[in-house]
């Protein structure tokens, strides 16, 4: 079994990295969606980002990823009760997928053979304390769409059924890439996405050769290439460790709140959700940089990622979201130091 | 390499037998024809099985399901494998009927490094009807042979013996920094914005040196990969000068990238060393020798398709706001890719149960006959929502409204049939107001319609500004919205509610632009007593049909709403 790309070797995409490494800090910014033309990576970022993250304790046989024996839903059948380390779960939703296998559904071979009601749980169980990521989000089945909107809402996965009555948690990061000329996302959606990106091919040919080459050589010389680059996700790793540790202890001022407030208010993003999101990934940022507060800079650096996708559309403006997003961060904010 | 399609087709093939997986697949456009026959007779000697799939094939055939036959005579669970569990030559005929759906499960299934390689064969009649980019974009080999006469094809020579000796060789075959480098610049000069194309590009070279016995990529062996890779994905003739503009000006690259600047700068050196003018110059000859002449026509076609957000050969699939809810099972066949209602099926079954076990020969704890199975059924249906967007204004505005109303009666009365549902915008004086939010029902809108004022300026931009924003709105919803617009003027009221006439026609194409770039269609009624030119204009920056009606009633009005609807 080969491993991803390594997240370090990708080749500038540096807010598409950023976003992506701030979930892994704090996972209650509450995802990133990645938006973007076709051959930029974007799979590839997602893939990799599975070998970065750090792993967890859980209950080896336990289907929920639970870390304790006592947090093990009562329809699990364990069958070894050890608490291991796993790498943290990433898993992939393919887009032709039934709601059977994401909600869970009833055992039908344990049905047929001994008459007996078991539950087979579905990816949902799977991704529990982990990611979800699914590719062409764009193009997912509204009615699954609708399932994964009400479970990411709760944090727990109801599934009454064909006779069964079950219900574990599903805490999961959602990961989603897409290519905005094959359909819309709808808002409801989007806005269940923390943080969203939009990638594009780069402009400048050095940075593409330097894609093409990297690529070549992970094809190549896969040992050589993983060797040369493992030190790199590994020391970004630590970082993430530390960060999360240091995320405790981080203070946010009250200026930087209202700064916050006053931006969501300036781009009349609808809720709250826009101001946690922007505040949570701001100190994530500043976890990550080592900051003993959060500052400005850090909000502006975020600003993007976190209110890009909560504008309202407006039909008229052909500047898109980021420039508008960037022309208000200037008025409220002023200009960077 | 000597010019020539069908030499082309045969290179092609042979790179795409030594290395399938890497490059990914080939996109041939021909219609079905002895020339292509040809072409598929060679795909035998790629080294994988083939295995033929359906521009509607079902996700339980590609990713396997259960097999529900053997899991219920065998009384265990019995899986069956999907169609891409295994690396196979996937054979995809009538592509042009791919669903974006299907063909981001295969470009999946393509990342996925299981080894598939697809041959799309795209039978597309108008430019327009083609492959979804998200598989084109990964398969190296396009090759297009409508125009191409049986009598200049021949059989395609595969020599086994050398095709296993090249792929033996494969790994091993090196190809120098700078050919990467040479690759990647040529592809930005072409328009190509993809990085997969240099990647696919140099994969291919590398197969074509394996093949002609090398462990360097040669000159050869990069024109040939040019030409099969790179020019028939270029977008602009590599004359033109890249386009400055795109560069974001925030950034200005260090380093000019300027491939003009790589060629004739020699003093520079950076990067950059003496050999790579002729070797760069060397390979734009070979893709412009195959750069096909309509390039842009073709590429305008495409854009539109984009634009229009469907694909026409398959007719307009609607996303449905109640896509998928199930519905009550019923009795049916499992071989149409349907799916068991395993409870429903069992609760069948069970009143027989102790006869059925009389009557057996052998022992089984369950007996479940084919009688029993029960089919899951999803319902799946999308509403079209018809926005008319009415000009209220001036004297005739009374008669007109009035014609318009009769008209919405007519078409919302048979909208149960139709499945659609009706919006009312209509714009006088310095605005436009939503009479009518998206509805089915007949007794709201005569509510509505009652009171409805006419008379003033012709506030156009701000009419479809209003029928856009809906638009958008009732397709987040799932709905599938036509912009209906009745008038008999021209625009005199802009955006802003100044009566200045340049700046309304300017507003209203703006909002048109905006209108047809997301895709939505529409149509023009010219109600006036003799027809517009500015409104025949309007029609054609929507791109929708132009319908002149003078002295409409409802009823031809509601006739010839549904003609178009439905044209």
């Known amino acids: ?337 | 390499m000597p010019d020539g399609i069908w030499t082309r087709v045969e290179i092609g093939l042979n790179a795409l037998a030594v290395d399938p997986a890497g490059l990914g697949g080939l996109w041939l456009r021909a219609r079905s024809g002895p020339v292509r026959d040809r072409v598929i007779e060679a795909l035998p000697a790629l080294p994988l099985p083939l295995k033929r799939l359906h521009p509607s094939i079902g996700d339980e055939q590609l990713f396997g399901g259960i097999d529900l036959t053997a899991t219920l005579s065998s009384g265990k669970l019995v899986e069956r494998a999907g169609l891409l569990a295994e690396p196979a030559i996937l054979v995809l005929p009538m592509a042009e009927r791919t669903q974006p759906g299907l063909a981001a499960r295969l470009a999946g299934a393509l990342d996925q490094g299981t080894g598939h390689c697809l041959v799309a064969m795209d039978e597309g009649a108008e430019p327009q009807e083609t492959l979804p980019e998200a598989l084109t974009d990964r398969l190296a080999l396009h090759l297009d042979l409508d125009a191409l006469p049986w009598g200049q094809t021949e059989r395609i020579a595969m020599d086994g013996d050398a095709l296993a000796a090249a792929r033996a060789r494969l790994p091993g075959v090196r190809a120098g920094d700078k050919v990467l480098e040479d690759l990647t610049i040529l592809a930005v000069r072409l328009g190509i914005d993809s990085l997969r194309a240099p990647m696919l590009a140099l994969k291919a070279a590398k197969a074509l040196a394996a093949l002609a016995g090398n462990d360097e990529v040669d000159q050869d062996d990069l024109s040939a990969a040019v030409q099969l890779v790179l020019a028939p994905r270029a977008t602009q003739f590599p004359e033109e000068e890249p386009d400055e503009d795109e560069q974001p000006p925030q950034d200005p690259p260090p380093p000019d990238p300027d491939p003009e600047q790589n060629q004739n700068d020699q003093d520079e050196g950076e990067s950059q060393s003496l050999d790579d003018l002729p070797l760069q110059d060397i390979l734009l000859e070979a893709a412009k020798a195959t750069l096909p002449a309509d390039l842009l026509a073709n590429l305008a076609a495409q854009k539109a398709q984009r634009a229009g957000g469907g694909i026409s050969g398959a007719g307009a699939k609607r996303k449905g706001n109640r896509r998928g809810r199930p519905i009550p099972p019923r009795r049916g066949r499992l071989d149409t890719g349907a799916r068991l209602d395993v409870i429903s099926t069992l609760r069948a079954a069970a009143p027989w149960q102790t006869i059925r076990k009389r009557e057996s020969s052998f022992e089984r704890s369950l007996h479940i006959r084919t009688d029993d199975f029960r089919i899951k059924r999803f319902e799946e249906k999308s509403d079209r929502l018809l926005i008319f967007v009415v000009d209220a204004s001036g004297s005739a505005a009374m008669t007109r409204l009035a014609e318009a109303k009769g008209a919405v009666e007519l078409l919302l009365a048979e909208a149960y049939a139709r499945r659609d549902h009706v919006a009312l915008v209509a714009f006088r004086g310095e605005a436009a107001e939503l009479l009518l939010p998206p509805t089915r029902s007949l007794v709201q809108t005569k509510r509505r319609l009652a009171a409805l004022p006419g008379g003033g300026g012709t506030p156009l931009a701000a009419g479809l500004k209003t029928a856009l924003e809906l638009a958008i709105q009732s397709k987040g919803r799932g709905m599938t919205p036509t912009v209906a617009l009745l008038t008999d003027g021209r625009a005199n009221i802009a955006l802003d509610g100044t009566a200045n006439r340049t700046m309304a026609t300017e507003d209203a194409t703006r909002m048109a632009t905006a209108i047809r770039a997301n895709g939505y269609p529409a149509m023009v009624i010219d109600m006036g007593q003799r027809p517009e030119r500015s409104l025949k204009a309007l029609a054609e920056t929507l791109g929708a049909p132009y319908i002149p009606l003078p002295r409409a009633d409802a009823d031809r009005l509601s006739t010839a709403v549904s003609a178009a609807l439905d044209a």
């Open chain 1, 1 to 337: 079994m080969t491993q991803p790309f390594p997240f370090s070797a990708i080749v500038g995409q540096e807010e598409m990295k950023q976003a992506m490494i701030l979930t892994a800090i704090d996972p209650g910014i509450g995802g990133v969606l990645v938006f973007g033309d076709r051959g930029t990576g974007k799979s590839t970022a997602v893939r990799a980002l599975a070998a970065l993250l750090p792993p967890i304790q859980a209950v080896a046989s336990c289907p929920v990823n639970s870390p304790s024996l006592d947090r093990c839903p009562d329809w699990a059948h364990l069958t070894s009760t050890e608490i291991v380390t796993r790498p943290t779960p990433v898993v992939d939703l393919p887009l032709g997928v039934t709601e059977d296998r994401v909600v869970g559904a009833l055992d039908i071979e344990k049905a047929l053979t001994n008459g007996e009601k078991a539950f087979e749980p579905g990816l949902l169980a799977r991704a529990n304390r982990g990611y979800l990521y699914i590719d062409e989000v764009n193009l997912l089945e509204d009615h699954i769409v609708d399932l994964l909107l009400d479970v990411a809402q709760s944090g727990e996965n109801v599934v009454e059924r064909e006779g069964l009555s079950i219900r574990h948690p599903a805490r999961f990061v959602l990961v989603g890439s897409g290519n905005p000329e094959e359909g819309e996302l709808r808002p409801q959606l989007l806005d269940r996405f923390g943080l969203s990106v939009e990638v594009s091919s780069p402009k400048d040919i050095d940075t593409r050769i330097e894609v093409i080459r990297r690529r070549d050589s992970y094809e190549m010389d896969y040992e050589g290439f993983m060797e040369t680059w493992r030190p790199a996700d590994a020391d970004l790793r630590e970082k993430i460790i530390a960060a999360r540790n240091h995320l405790k202890t981080m203070k946010s001022d009250e200026a930087v709140l209202r700064d916050c407030a006053e931006l969501c208010l300036a781009l009349g993003s609808d809720g709250l959700r826009g101001e946690l999101t922007l505040l949570k990934a701001s100190r994530a940022l500043a976890a990550f940089e080592g900051a003993d507060a959060v500052s400005r800079a850090h909000v502006r650096q975020v600003a993007p990622s976190a209110l890009r996708h909560r504008l309202r559309r407006d039909p008229l403006d052909e500047a898109g979201s980021t420039t508008r997003v960037g022309r208000v961060v200037e008025e409220v904010l002023g200009e960077p130091a």
